[in-house]
């Protein structure tokens, strides 16, 4: 066993939040070098992909502290921030569909709702980030591109100006603001934290999803998403009543949607009149289904990995 | 609205190579390729990660530490409990199984027209 291995593979195991490391570091250690092969200098492949993957997952782990409540929250809360990042894909998916048939307005805010998706990943990074400092970074980070996002929206001499109601643009900005507040208070699970800290990550999952589509309430108003957005309350229901966990994710995934559409009905906009025909059209209304499955599938995939023993 | 949880494969033969008695990291991951003829091989990181969800849910518990060679050997035992999870697990694989070799002989003498 060289001196090199040793020291590489300790380096290796740095990528485990502290606690797990002073549990189980220095066995972890004994049994890496106990199986490597004579003269191996660099850690193997297989062994890396499992400690990177592993500490990954123990540091999303750890997020959540209540151990009862930490399943639930944990698997609902990762599916609704896939769910979000589906639908916000979707969406981009959508205008771009739009755009190419000419059929829809003026399209003002593809680059905004581009950006909201880097928002939303830097939220995401936030969440699951052990150390203080980098959330910090991140909840910088997610503060400052919600803020400058919306002011870009209603300043009249941006490329991103696009006449609208309060109302219904204060709801991205209330969710971009909330985040990064309940990221910032967001504990890490020391034993007596844990019921603040989940009722904050209840908090997050919410404004994060709201960060992601609530930027672009004009897509629920037209021929297209109304439907789909119905199909998706109904597949929502259905997921919600195989599993109370999928039911957080559900809820977290369509809370933004609703409120939208609330805004909607309480303030009609006029301005919008959107509709595409033919293969385009087909497209335009299966793509976001395309979407959200795929990354349903893929959050259950990793749900099922969080939960089963 | 209960979700059975079944155990995963590396979990499940975690867990049987310590029905025979405590055992450390090293050793288990030695046993585990042993009771499966060789087709599981786990990643100290997989390991340990079972390890650590395993005395999470009861199922297994640090048994004593050893110092060989100034490097720490810590033993797990399996608790009563995990034993008996591990029994229901095999139970049902059993049971899942029953359901086809029931079948397979009348299958097969169909096929073969007796």
């Known amino acids: 066993v060289t001196a090199q291995l040793e020291r590489r593979y300790g380096r290796l195991l740095g990528v485990y939040p502290p606690a797990f490391r002073d549990r189980y570091g220095p066995e972890m250690l004994a049994a890496l070098l106990h199986t490597a092969d004579v003269g191996r200098k660099w850690p193997s492949a297989r062994e890396t992909a499992a400690i990177l993957g592993g500490g990954i997952r123990q540091r999303a782990l750890q997020q959540v502290g209540d151990p009862s409540a930490r399943g639930a929250l944990r698997s609902g809360l990762l599916l609704g921030a896939f769910l979000g990042l589906g639908v916000q894909m979707a969406m981009c998916l959508q205008r771009w569909n739009h755009d190419w048939t000419a059929q829809v307005a003026p399209i003002t805010d593809e680059p905004q709702s581009q950006l909201m998706v880097w928002v939303w990943a830097t939220a995401l990074i936030a969440a699951v980030t052990q150390t203080q400092s980098a959330r910090r970074v991140a909840v910088a980070a997610t503060s400052v591109l919600a803020v400058g996002t919306w002011l870009y929206t209603v300043w009249p001499k941006s490329t991103l100006y696009y006449p609208s109601n309060w109302a219904v643009e204060i709801i991205p900005l209330a969710t971009g603001l909330l985040l990064p507040a309940a990221l910032l208070s967001w504990q890490r699970d020391d034993i007596g934290e844990h019921r603040r800290s989940s009722l904050l990550v209840a908090l997050a999952g919410p404004a994060m999803v709201g960060l992601a589509i609530g930027i672009t309430p004009e897509s629920l108003t037209d021929a297209i998403a109304l439907p789909a957005y119905f199909l998706l309350v109904g597949v929502a229901v259905l997921l919600a009543v195989a599993d109370p966990r999928l039911a957080v994710a559900t809820a977290v995934a369509i809370l933004p949607l609703a409120l939208v559409q609330v805004g909607h009905a309480v303030f009609p906009r006029q301005d919008i009149d959107v509709g595409a025909a033919g293969l385009a059209g087909f497209i335009a209304f299966v793509s976001p289904f395309a979407l959200v499955g795929a990354f349903s599938w893929l959050g259950l995939r990793l749900w099922s990995k969080a939960t089963t023993t | ?114």
């Open chain 2, 1 to 114: 609205m209960v979700l059975v949880v079944r155990l995963q494969r590396p979990t499940y033969f975690v867990l049987a190579s310590l029905m025979d008695g405590p055992l450390h990291g090293y050793g288990i991951l030695g046993r585990v390729e042993e009771l499966s003829g060789g087709s599981l091989r786990l990643a100290v990181g997989t390991l340990y990660g079972a390890l650590d969800r395993l005395s999470e849910a009861g199922f297994v518990e640090p048994d004593r530490v050893e110092q060989v060679e100034g490097r720490t050997r810590r033993y797990y035992r399996l608790t009563e409990e995990g034993r008996r999870r591990l029994g229901a697990e095999a139970v049902a694989m059993a049971e899942a199984a029953r359901v086809v070799t029931d079948r397979l002989p009348r299958d097969l003498a169909l096929e073969t027209g007796q």
